[in-house]
């Protein structure tokens, strides 16, 4: 969404995070909450070291935020996220925002550390003026746009957010340099008017990335914004910036503004307060000069601190009177849950949930599979291929891909009862145990000699294309190893006696797939051993692993992080699982409808030794 130039945040901003603040993370969505918001505010969290997904509360529901590991993956997956908050140490804050300020998509930069060499400040802020760019501080807390959005730990409690009527906008603009003090002005100006529009911290160090100018200036071409409140310090020139607006025309509207640190015309010495910035030493950078001089100028200059608020509920009472201010609809803040321990007895609970389930949800009147009723499924004649595309993979496959699903479904499902899965389902039938521990007997075989070759054989094959060697060398690795090639050999299948199966699978890549380079290379592979050895074909674990490369990695339905993920992880075991306990519940079926007895091996099969 395009924003006018003099708005930074509204309620559909959306940020990047840098760096893992989880609490102050959990504040902004707090915010969001209490202003009413829909969307989060929070798009996603750069963190290298902790990759995924991680839970946060939005009001009492809790919501996944993904946490990616670069700044250029977050702007890739969140492009209308355009606001970049640093939390990053000084060390490497310079760095990463920097960084964020060369990405296209990135409008505002915000430094929450302080102790960035002014040196790289300056390099940050004219890089931030030569690409049209908002850069808040180093050293700064952020800002609040009332109603609308919330840069980290800024405003404070929430109870104090509230009582400064910052869930919804009023019409004054703020700007300070001190974060804290910005807290205690939005308290201010919520008494004596009707609450700030937005309110910004510039931060305190010497060279702020934008200035009490650029603010205001931005702040008085925005309609909402009827008057304007600044807040200086004693150090800088800041304030002077201000004047000079005032005089060319960028600020036109009614001006209250204060600088702090009179109290250091009474020591003898130079004074350096707590921020960089705010060092007394030269005349003209004195808190009375910078009032003095913008009192000469048409600013509202209070006498002291202590009647800040009176001139600003002058300004605004006139403004009001005249007309110039329309009421505000005062809405309730919506209500922050309590904390679990605090409220389990009242039964307003807000709990951390054990396990966290993105593939199907069961709560509504249909369950639903990815988001999709399972009546869809049926009405639209979904084949088994399609629901596992949504449970096991979360998207709709094409229908060559979940076709082919079905078919390594039909071609697994048995391989007769001398194999182990089979066997030990059989036994354990015979025992007199019920059908799923008989199962689970069968499966539990299911491993690198059974049924886990496709995994492995889809690991080798697709690391051997990758590294780019040839056939050759690839079987001479696996030689030197001492580890058979996973997919390659049959006990009784060769190139004289093929396998049918693979024969169909083969026949079904070649008429549906786009590429199958993973495929052919295998063939390339079984060329070389059956010319050694007749019977060392690619096998029906070897062809599917290859395929399934090649569906992951070529047709363009996954992206390549998403396919060595799937190959990683397991995929294929859970095909093979799937197809064959349909042919280990058949043998349990069996044994049950035959009434057979408990088995014992036949002493003539054991060597005695």
Same mark, same amino acid.
């Given at each position: =969404?395009?924003?006018?130039? *003099?708005?930074?945040?509204?309620?559909?901003?959306?940020?990047?995070?840098? #760096?893992?603040?989880?609490?102050? &993370?959990?504040?902004?969505?707090?915010?969001?909450?209490?202003?009413?918001?829909?969307?989060?505010?929070?798009?996603?969290?750069?963190?290298?070291?902790?990759?995924?997904?991680?839970?946060?509360?939005?009001?009492?529901?809790?919501?996944?935020?993904?946490?990616?590991?670069?700044?250029?993956?977050?702007?890739?997956?969140?492009?209308?996220?355009?606001?970049?908050?640093?939390?990053?140490?000084?060390?490497?804050?310079? *760095?990463?925002?920097?960084?964020?300020?060369?990405?296209?998509?990135?409008?505002?930069?915000?430094?929450?550390?302080?102790?960035?060499?002014?040196?790289?400040?300056?390099?940050? /802020?004219?890089?931030?003026?030569?690409?049209?760019?908002?850069?808040?501080?180093?050293?700064?807390?952020?800002?609040?746009?009332?109603?609308?959005?919330? /840069?980290?730990?800024?405003?404070?409690?929430?109870?104090?957010?509230?009582? !400064?009527?910052?869930?919804?906008?009023?019409?004054?603009?703020?700007?300070?340099?001190?974060?804290?003090?910005? !807290?205690?002005?939005? #308290?201010?100006?919520?008494? %004596?008017?009707?609450?700030?529009?937005?309110?910004?911290?510039?931060?305190?160090?010497? *060279?702020?990335?934008?200035?009490?100018?650029?603010?205001?200036?931005?702040?008085?071409?925005?309609?909402?914004? @009827? =008057?304007?409140?600044?807040?200086?310090?004693?150090?800088?020139?800041?304030?002077?910036?201000?004047?000079?607006?005032? @005089?060319?025309?960028?600020?036109?509207?009614?001006?209250?503004?204060?600088?702090?640190?009179?109290?250091?015309?009474?020591?003898?010495?130079?004074?350096?307060?707590?921020?960089?910035?705010?060092?007394?030493?030269?005349?003209?950078?004195?808190?009375?000069?910078?009032?003095?001089?913008?009192?000469?100028?048409?600013?509202? &200059?209070?006498? !002291?601190?202590?009647?800040?608020?009176?001139?600003?509920?002058?300004?605004?009472?006139?403004?009001?009177?005249?007309?110039?201010?329309?009421?505000?609809?005062?809405?309730?803040? %919506?209500?922050?849950?309590?904390?679990?321990?605090?409220?389990?007895?009242?039964?307003? &609970?807000?709990?951390?949930?054990?396990?966290?389930?993105?593939?199907?949800?069961?709560?509504?009147?249909?369950?639903?599979?990815?988001?999709?009723?399972?009546?869809?499924?049926?009405?639209?004649?979904?084949?088994?291929?399609?629901?596992?595309?949504?449970?096991?993979?979360?998207?709709?496959?094409?229908?060559?891909?979940?076709?082919?699903?079905?078919?390594?479904?039909?071609?697994?499902?048995?391989?007769?009862?001398?194999?182990?899965?089979? %066997?030990?389902?059989?036994?354990?039938?015979?025992?007199?145990?019920?059908?799923?521990?008989?199962?689970?007997?069968?499966?539990?075989?299911?491993?690198?000699?059974?049924?886990?070759?496709?995994?492995?054989?889809?690991?080798?094959?697709?690391?051997?294309?990758?590294?780019?060697?040839?056939?050759?060398?690839?079987?001479?690795? =696996?030689?030197?190893?001492?580890?058979? /090639?996973?997919?390659?050999?049959?006990?009784?299948?060769?190139?004289?006696?093929?396998?049918?199966?693979?024969?169909?699978?083969?026949?079904?890549?070649?008429?549906?797939?786009?590429?199958?380079?993973?495929?052919?290379?295998?063939?390339?592979?079984?060329?070389?051993?059956?010319?050694?050895?007749?019977?060392?074909?690619?096998?029906?674990?070897? &062809?599917?692993?290859?395929?399934?490369?090649?569906?992951?990695? *070529?047709?363009?339905?996954?992206?390549?992080?998403?396919?060595?993920?799937?190959?990683?992880?397991?995929?294929?075991?859970?095909?093979?699982?799937?197809?064959? !306990?349909?042919?280990?519940?058949?043998?349990?079926?069996?044994?049950?409808?035959?009434?057979?007895?408990?088995?014992?091996?036949?002493?003539?099969?054991?060597?005695?030794?």
């Amino acid at each position: =969404m395009i924003r006018p130039d *003099y708005l930074l945040f509204d309620r559909t901003s959306q940020a990047i995070i840098n #760096n893992f603040p989880k609490k102050a &993370v959990q504040r902004m969505l707090d915010f969001d909450h209490v202003a009413g918001r829909e969307l989060p505010s929070v798009a996603c969290i750069v963190y290298p070291s902790s990759v995924g997904l991680e839970k946060f509360f939005f009001g009492s529901a809790e919501i996944l935020i993904p946490v990616v590991k670069t700044i250029a993956e977050a702007t890739d997956q969140f492009p209308d996220a355009d606001v970049f908050i640093d939390f990053a140490s000084y060390r490497s804050a310079y *760095y990463s925002a920097r960084e964020a300020l060369e990405n296209e998509h990135i409008r505002t930069v915000v430094i929450i550390a302080e102790g960035i060499a002014e040196r790289r400040t300056r390099e940050l /802020i004219k890089l931030a003026h030569d690409r049209d760019k908002w850069l808040i501080g180093p050293s700064t807390v952020g800002g609040v746009s009332a109603g609308a959005f919330r /840069i980290g730990d800024s405003g404070g409690a929430m109870e104090c957010m509230i009582a !400064s009527q910052l869930h919804r906008p009023g019409h004054v603009g703020l700007v300070t340099k001190s974060g804290g003090l910005s !807290s205690e002005c939005y #308290n201010l100006i919520a008494n %004596h008017t009707d609450g700030i529009f937005e309110g910004i911290a510039i931060g305190g160090d010497l *060279y702020p990335g934008s200035s009490f100018a650029d603010h205001l200036s931005r702040m008085n071409r925005n309609p909402e914004i @009827k =008057m304007l409140v600044c807040l200086g310090e004693v150090g800088g020139s800041g304030e002077y910036e201000i004047i000079e607006a005032i @005089k060319d025309g960028r600020i036109t509207k009614p001006v209250v503004a204060w600088v702090t640190g009179s109290c250091a015309s009474l020591f003898t010495t130079e004074v350096q307060f707590g921020h960089a910035g705010a060092k007394s030493g030269v005349e003209s950078e004195s808190s009375q000069a910078k009032n003095a001089a913008m009192k000469a100028a048409g600013v509202i &200059v209070p006498h !002291s601190f202590d009647d800040f608020g009176d001139r600003i509920k002058e300004v605004f009472d006139e403004l009001k009177a005249e007309g110039n201010i329309p009421d505000v609809v005062d809405i309730a803040p %919506h209500e922050l849950p309590e904390e679990f321990a605090k409220m389990t007895k009242a039964g307003k &609970v807000r709990r951390a949930s054990s396990i966290v389930c993105t593939i199907s949800d069961d709560r509504g009147e249909e369950a639903t599979y990815n988001k999709i009723p399972i009546s869809q499924f049926v009405s639209e004649s979904k084949g088994i291929g399609s629901v596992i595309g949504h449970l096991w993979f979360k998207k709709e496959l094409p229908a060559e891909i979940s076709g082919f699903i079905e078919k390594v479904l039909v071609l697994t499902a048995d391989h007769g009862p001398a194999v182990s899965g089979a %066997h030990n389902a059989i036994v354990t039938a015979r025992a007199g145990k019920d059908l799923i521990s008989s199962l689970v007997s069968g499966l539990l075989t299911i491993g690198p000699r059974f049924g886990g070759a496709l995994d492995e054989a889809a690991q080798y094959f697709a690391d051997a294309l990758d590294r780019g060697i040839s056939p050759e060398v690839f079987i001479k690795e =696996m030689k030197d190893k001492g580890i058979p /090639i996973p997919g390659i050999g049959h006990r009784i299948k060769s190139t004289k006696n093929p396998d049918t199966r693979v024969t169909l699978v083969k026949e079904y890549a070649a008429k549906h797939f786009k590429k199958t380079p993973t495929l052919n290379y295998a063939l390339q592979v079984e060329q070389l051993t059956t010319a050694k050895k007749s019977n060392l074909i690619l096998n029906v674990d070897g &062809v599917i692993a290859a395929c399934f490369v090649d569906i992951l990695r *070529y047709s363009g339905v996954f992206t390549p992080a998403e396919a060595n993920e799937y190959i990683e992880i397991g995929i294929l075991n859970g095909l093979f699982a799937l197809g064959r !306990s349909i042919g280990l519940i058949g043998h349990i079926l069996d044994q049950k409808r035959l009434k057979q007895g408990l088995y014992r091996h036949a002493w003539d099969d054991i060597a005695y030794i």
